[in-house]
């Protein structure tokens, strides 16, 4: 297999199910003409064979068996579809007009409004043309013809597009004006062929194409924003097209408007509103982003809710993925007495592979331990087919250190419709804020870098080998469910890197530990973002990187607020809720070349923390590890009273001698300042332990890198030792006492 060949490639509907409860597979197996499908349990993601080589055990599965492989395409591309498409026809004349802001006007011809089949070559549509101008798109049933103003426009900037067709001369006017500023075109041309009408769906932010799979049909997909589309079922001249522009209900030409979308409602939907009650509403597909500012946008308000009609803008992107659509191949109704865990579909053809996670978390209002492992799933869909590693001109100065290309990334850089994460930005160079699981996503897997999932099963593997018994449930049981699906359970591990929450989440989990829940936070970069899931559409998170934070985008001005939900989005930290308040610790370095260890300090002979000291004499804890050779690396989190850390937190050992690429984090930082590497104060990581009111307590360990420490040596080391300890003292029931919350613990650090 040449490097960049992913012959297998699947997704499920589900991220996690329940007995009972049935998950679908999608697969796509393009060249093989069969491929093996086989259930397996997952004990260990990473491939590494030092130390934590690849393990799965084969389930007894009803699909598991030889299939016949089929290859399917995504139709990436968001664009909006209108069901009915006799809005228009050529005999009688129309105008099709919008106001356009383009971010990719040379990138090629691109859609804006219209019913026109590049397949059929009949119908009308306004288009960006080839160079870059506003045109009209037209076919006879045979051919078609274009016509343009020759007139390039201005990425980024807003224009008032019309084209006019006059049935009298055969002509078409079209005319392109700017809005901020600068000369305004209008030509007319004699078109070459009588145009037809097409009774198919009218279509915006592309034009119809039949595709040979009979999903999607759409193509040209548009870079930008669309306001304001209408239709009018004659030619108007210049007054007409502004008229209808600012007042399609106006009285003069109301009777010719056949439709008028208004972007700014509905805008935590997917609808779009024909406001001139002829009921030509159309849907969004493929989730392009809502919420965004429109040609008017005065910055008087922030947030779309306060002043919607601001925010009248729909941003159109051609590698926008919501679902892939693929056909179902594979149900697997799971039997009754299936303990939760962590689960795969495993489709091979010979070499080729695709391993297709997903978690059985217990039924309903049930548990099968007292032990529950929260797989962060809401983070993997944030870093679902991330190019940080391809797509990133800096990351070798970022990471400090020469990059690999795996498999996946050389795949993915030819394959943008396996969509982005929101660590990406779309190909017009806008960030992407919304992120979808109905599509493979090639790092959420095992045998890949080491990373959520496969670093993940550092510690579901090293929970198996001691035999701990314990429970998965995801971020989506987390977010739909909230204190009811952790309620019963005394523990609960995190992933390493639990970075993306929504309020539901963080209430859910708050709320567990007043009543005496014991959270390990086996990470670091946690409860950092603040997300929404879409209320109604299954398997997709919002993310707005805004004003502060490290992060690889930035929202627009005026953009902060997310569309599902209309809440303010970004750090936490910035909306008033620190990840050191729930956990301790908090984001503050991050780099990627090596990882540290961790030196003891005081606090860890506090008699408060005996238990997680037991049977270590060591000094220094974690000075080897499976991720970049120590426990402290990656990204690091410090305890901070300042900002949240309770004030009888314990601070048990602190990591040093981290690399001049351990950097300290941009939200710390209110003035470049001439130390930022190891030296700089806060580039440390904590190990902190406190306990709770209601009895519980929380255990921190501050690196993404940690959990890469507890294969060491057969999962036998002070690593594993101390989570031993801490587990198995979390697991008593005996409530935690004895402390005094308002007494710092330790002198407060910086
Ligand atoms: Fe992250």
Request: proline share 6%; net charge negative; aromatic share 8%.
């Amino acid at each position: 297999m040449e490097i960049g060949e992913r012959p297998l490639n699947g997704y499920s509907d589900k991220i996690s199910v329940r007995p009972g409860e049935t998950i679908r597979f999608h697969v796509s197996c393009d060249g093989p003409q069969a491929y093996d499908a086989q259930v397996v349990r997952l004990i260990c993601a990473d491939d590494n064979p030092a130390g934590a080589p690849f393990e799965a055990e084969p389930v007894d599965a009803a699909i598991n068996g030889t299939f016949a492989g089929k290859p399917q395409m995504i139709h990436a591309g968001s664009h909006v579809m209108v069901p009915s498409s006799d809005l228009f026809d050529a005999a009688g004349g129309f105008t099709l007009q919008a106001l356009v802001m383009p971010t990719t006007p040379s990138k090629g011809r691109q859609g804006l409004l219209g019913t026109w089949s590049e397949t059929e070559h009949c119908g009308a549509s306004l288009i960006v043309a080839d160079d870059g101008s506003a045109g009209l798109i037209v076919g006879d049933g045979k051919a078609s013809t274009l016509v343009s103003t020759g007139a390039s426009m201005v990425p980024r900037a807003w224009y008032s597009l019309a084209v006019s067709y006059d049935p009298a001369g055969n002509t078409v006017t079209i005319r392109q004006t700017p809005l901020d500023g600068g000369r305004s075109v209008e030509i007319t041309k004699t078109l070459l062929l009588d145009p037809a009408g097409r009774t198919g769906p009218l279509i915006m932010a592309a034009w119809h194409r039949a595709h040979p799979d009979g999903r999607g049909v759409h193509a040209g997909c548009f870079n930008g924003r669309l306001e304001a589309p209408r239709i009018v079922t004659r030619c108007l001249d210049a007054a007409d097209v502004s008229r209808v522009q600012s007042d399609p209900l106006a009285g003069s030409v109301r009777d010719d408007v056949a439709a008028a979308w208004d972007f700014s409602r509905g805008i935590d939907g997917e609808q779009v509103i024909d406001i001139t009650g002829n009921g030509h509403h159309g849907e969004t597909l493929h989730l392009p982003q809502r919420g965004v500012r429109g040609h008017a946008w005065s910055g008087r308000e922030m947030c779309w809710r306060h002043a919607p009609h601001e925010y009248g803008a729909v941003h159109f992107h051609d590698d926008d993925v919501y679902d892939a659509a693929w056909p179902e191949c594979h149900a697997w109704t799971v039997p009754d007495d299936t303990p939760s865990a962590l689960y795969a579909l495993q489709v091979s053809a010979g070499e080729a592979e695709d391993i297709i996670p997903f978690a059985v978390v217990p039924p309903r209002g049930t548990r099968q331990s007292d032990l529950c492992f929260l797989l962060p799933t809401a983070t993997y869909m944030a870093y679902a087919n991330s190019g940080r590693h391809f797509r990133n001109d800096a990351v070798e100065m970022k990471q400090f250190r020469a990059t690999t290309m795996t498999r996946s990334d050389c795949f993915l850089q030819a394959h943008s419709e396996y969509g982005l994460s929101t660590y990406d930005t779309h190909s017009d160079g806008s960030g992407v804020s919304i992120s979808s699981r109905l599509r493979p996503a090639l790092n959420m897997r095992p045998k890949v870098r080491v990373w959520g999932l496969a670093a993940d099963t550092h510690i579901t593997s090293w929970l198996e080998k001691t035999g701990f018994g314990f429970d998965v449930i995801t971020d989506e049981e987390l977010h739909n469910e909230g204190l009811r699906v952790l309620e019963g359970y005394r523990t609960i591990i995190t992933g390493t890197h639990p970075e993306y929450h929504t309020v539901e989440m963080l209430d859910a989990l708050e709320g567990w530990i007043d009543r005496g829940g014991r959270l390990i936070y086996t990470g670091a970069n946690g409860f950092y973002w603040r997300i929404a899931y879409h209320p109604e559409l299954p398997g997709v998170i919002e993310c707005r990187k805004t004003e502060g934070g490290t992060r690889s985008w930035v929202s627009e001005v005026g953009e902060s607020f997310m569309s599902f939900t209309g809440e303010y989005g970004g750090l936490w930290r910035r909306s008033g809720r620190t990840p050191q308040e729930l956990t301790g610790i908090g984001f503050t370095a991050q780099g990627f070349d090596r990882s540290s260890y961790y030196r003891r300090l005081s606090d860890s002979h506090d008699p408060r923390a005996a238990f997680i000291f037991e049977g270590i004499d060591d000094e220094i804890i974690g000075d080897q590890g499976l991720v970049g050779g120590g426990a402290a690396g990656l990204e690091l989190d410090r305890a901070d009273f300042a900002l949240g850390t309770p004030l009888h937190t314990l601070i048990l050992a602190r990591s040093e001698n981290h690399s001049d690429g351990m950097l300290v984090v941009l939200e710390e930082l209110t003035s470049n300042q001439p130390v930022m590497n190891d030296q700089h104060p806060k580039v440390h990581a904590d190990i902190t332990f406190f306990e709770c009111d209601g009895g519980g307590a929380v255990f921190s360990t501050g690196s993404i890198a940690f959990a890469g420490a507890l294969p060491v040596n057969g999962y036998d080391n002070p690593v594993a030792r101390m989570m031993h300890n801490v587990v198995t003292r979390f697991l008593d029931p005996a409530d935690f006492e004895g402390f005094d919350a308002l007494r710092p613990a330790s002198k407060p650090v910086a």
